[in-house]
């Protein structure tokens, strides 16, 4: 979706009791909001799906490593886990460039993550969208 | 405005060659969202006003330090400049509880940070609102 639009393509779902309750693509171009990463939508997607803004037993799929943003999103958020793609050595939050979520960090809320699930195929993706824009 | 609402006060705006181009206050509750913090609401304003999602020339002013999500925001912004009032020790972004955007973390945008400008002022919003709901 996101790759057909001139967008850097990341998608993520939030999943509840094997059910998808918010699901967004990257839309920062389009949408002209630095803010409109694919996490973010889910998200907005799933509190309002839920009705709450506590997401505690519900898991984020996203192709990419969540940036600082989003990994503080998913904290405020109170997802209860994450599970994402490929890695981003340059604004991955997740233990790449920083570890904003790392248990050692004492926040107030313990996000369990999986990372590296379906990495390659997420890669190619971003590696596709980025050689066609060269 | 959001302490009548029972919700943590805090307020931010966005400022461009003088001019209010964005504004918000925090609405998690009433907006069912933990995104829907007062510099979230505000970056969002200010974006559509510019009708792109770069800020470079603007600046943000808020009564409370960023937290890690609103820090990120900010700099994926590309937010000129950041002015706020009282600090965070619990979730502070900026320098208290971590210190998200500092020059050493290699970002590749900078954000100017100038904090405790009415400080007391803020500080006294917040331990009103706190102390009337215990």
């Known amino acids: 979706m996101a790759l057909h639009e001139q967008e850097v393509p990341v998608g993520a779902v939030v999943v509840r009791d094997g059910i998808v309750i918010g699901r967004g693509h990257n839309t920062v171009e389009t949408g002209e909001s630095a803010l409109n990463h694919a996490e973010m939508l889910a998200l907005r997607e799933a509190t309002q799906a839920v009705g709450a803004w506590r997401l505690n037993d519900a898991v984020l799929y996203v192709t990419l490593e969540p940036c600082m943003m989003c990994a503080g ?62």
Do not use: Q, T, Y
């Open 73 to 134: 999103a998913l904290m405020l958020s109170r997802i209860g886990g994450l599970v994402f793609g490929a890695r981003d050595p340059k604004f991955g939050a997740c233990g790449s460039r920083i570890d904003a979520l790392a248990p050692d960090m004492g926040w107030n809320h313990r996000v369990n993550i999986i990372s590296g699930v379906l990495a390659d195929e997420s890669a190619a993706l971003l590696r596709e969208f980025f050689s066609s824009r060269r």
